[in-house]
């Protein structure tokens, strides 16, 4: 057979969209292209959708004035995005070889990608765009890790996955798109019992009241519904997950905005995370938990 012969398989069965705002998704995913996702992921190959967290690394950019700060500048908000990733992992347990880990909401795969360096275990990426899937499978593929490493395109409230078959599972910056009660539901019918759950997301803080004007902000930039801090814990309640640690991140992405915010690939949405962390209105937080 040569590589051009598709007679011996079957196109992969794709559905379509569950309802009309996941066809907004999966078209806003298909059509993005932003050099502060493309030029992070190009220093190492690690394509990201989420944002950063520590503290920045004022010896390794030096200064302003040199020709090569824009592109120091770059690598260290990539190296935030990536520790963030690593903290989400860290909070993942002990993970073997021999386990499937679900990514839902995968983006490009650069945290699927880090979970298999990590672990050398199995990694099933979902996002509803095919230009993503494409992108992290091609990315797989050239690591030599596609027999390891896979996305598709699927809805995460939706998926193939067999009940008690995964052994541990996150949303990284991709639960303010579906209605937590619907995702935790899929998440605890396809874990195992004692497996586990994480998500790293934005939240407006119950404290502030209500969504502030910088939330909604957000919300319209990236098409989202950003849910309180209140529903996640009710939610995770409500479907057989335990948090175990429960970690307002808040603090630790505050440099990585504040950094993004003097670099050339600003895109208009620095202002309203900075001002909304700074307000207490909205928070970054990470929940861990338990499938019982
Ligand atoms: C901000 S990106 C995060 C990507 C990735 N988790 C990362 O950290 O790089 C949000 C992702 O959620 C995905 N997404 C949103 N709703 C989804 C759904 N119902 N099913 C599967 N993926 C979804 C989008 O396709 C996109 O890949
Ligand atoms: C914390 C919250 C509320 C996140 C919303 C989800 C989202 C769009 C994340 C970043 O994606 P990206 O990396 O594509 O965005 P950008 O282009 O701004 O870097
Ligand atoms: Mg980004």
Request: aromatic share 8%; hydrophobic share 35%; proline share 4%.
């Amino acid at each position: 057979m040569t590589s051009t012969d598709t007679t011996t398989t079957a196109p992969a069965f794709v559905p379509g969209p569950a309802t009309p705002y996941q066809g907004d998704i999966a078209r806003y995913w298909n059509a993005e292209a932003r050099p502060v996702n493309l030029r992070l992921g190009d220093v190492d190959g690690l394509y990201h959708h989420h944002y950063g967290v520590g503290a920045v690394d004022h010896a390794a950019l030096g200064d302003p004035q040199d020709s090569a700060y824009e592109k120091k500048l770059i690598a260290e908000l990539h190296r935030l995005e990536s520790a963030q990733t690593d903290v989400l992992l860290d909070h993942l347990g002990d993970i073997g070889r021999e386990d499937t880990l679900v990514d839902a909401g995968c983006g490009r795969g650069g945290s699927s990608v880090m979970a298999h360096q990590r672990f050398g275990c199995k990694v099933e990426g979902v996002t509803l765009s095919s230009a993503q899937a494409d992108f992290g499978n091609r990315r797989a593929k050239e690591l030599g890790i596609e027999d390891h490493v896979r996305a598709r395109v699927c809805n995460m409230l939706d998926t193939p996955f067999e009940k008690g078959s995964v052994a541990a599972s996150w949303n990284n910056e991709s639960s303010m798109y579906v209605d937590l009660d619907d995702l935790f539901a899929e998440h605890a019918r396809f874990l195992k019992v004692g497996g586990r759950y994480v998500t790293i997301t934005g939240c407006w803080n119950p404290k502030y009241g209500q969504p502030s004007k910088w939330v909604s902000q957000i919300n319209a930039h990236f098409e989202c519904n950003i849910h309180s801090r209140r529903e996640y814990l009710r939610a995770m309640a409500d479907n057989r997950l335990v948090p175990q640690a429960v970690v307002d991140l808040t603090p630790e992405t505050l440099p990585y905005w504040e950094l993004r915010a003097t670099s050339s690939l600003v895109t208009g949405i620095e202002e309203a995370f900075i001002e909304s962390y700074r307000d207490g209105s909205f928070q970054y937080v990470l929940i861990a938990a338990d499938r019982v």
